[in-house]
């Protein structure tokens, strides 16, 4: 599926690329996904198939320094929580680490994949067949 040729430009987020005008494979650009829109991906193809989604939104903390920083507000162990959780009545639900093609999960984010065991994913774009697959 991944291999052909892309036909038409999908719209995630962003103009700036499109398969159409750079002929790439629709794995070559799925590559070039942001965080953001690899995550707008997945929501879409989630709630195609009824799906409901969370993603919990950090938030923007301007410092008195003047530097900034973005936090996700969580308490208890909420440190590294995954960025989306699905569920489907009738399915199990399924707790996703999103990142872009060069994204590296913290060691919080690993611990809570590994403590959500069977039910705890890790995905880049390259593995959309995988997501297509837990998801169904």
């Known amino acids: 599926r991944d291999s052909g040729q892309?036909?038409?430009?999908?719209?995630h987020g962003?103009?700036?690329r499109s398969p159409m005008s750079e002929s790439l494979t629709i794995a070559q650009y799925r590559d070039t996904w942001s965080e953001i829109e690899f995550q707008e991906a997945v929501v879409n193809l989630a709630h195609s198939l009824g799906y409901k989604c969370a993603h919990f939104?950090?938030?923007k903390q301007q410092r008195r320094d003047g530097?900034?920083?973005?936090l996700t507000p969580?308490?208890?162990d909420g440190e590294g929580f995954v960025d989306l959780v699905c569920a489907r009545r009738g399915s199990v639900p399924v707790f996703m680490e999103l990142k872009?093609?060069?994204?590296?999960?913290?060691?919080?984010?690993?611990?809570?994949r590994?403590?959500?065991?069977?039910?705890?994913?890790?995905?880049?774009?390259?593995?959309?067949?995988e997501i297509e697959?837990?998801?169904a």
């Open 74 to 76: 969580v308490a208890a």
């Open 133 to 135: 697959r837990v998801l």
């Open 14 to 16: 962003s103009d700036r």
């Open 100 to 112: 872009a093609k060069r994204g590296t999960p913290s060691p919080a984010q690993l611990e809570w």
């Open 57 to 59: 939104r950090p938030v």
């Open 6 to 11: 892309a036909s038409l430009a999908r719209g």
């Open 114 to 129: 590994d403590a959500l065991g069977g039910y705890g994913y890790l995905f880049k774009p390259a593995d959309w067949d």
């Open 67 to 70: 530097s900034v920083r973005w």
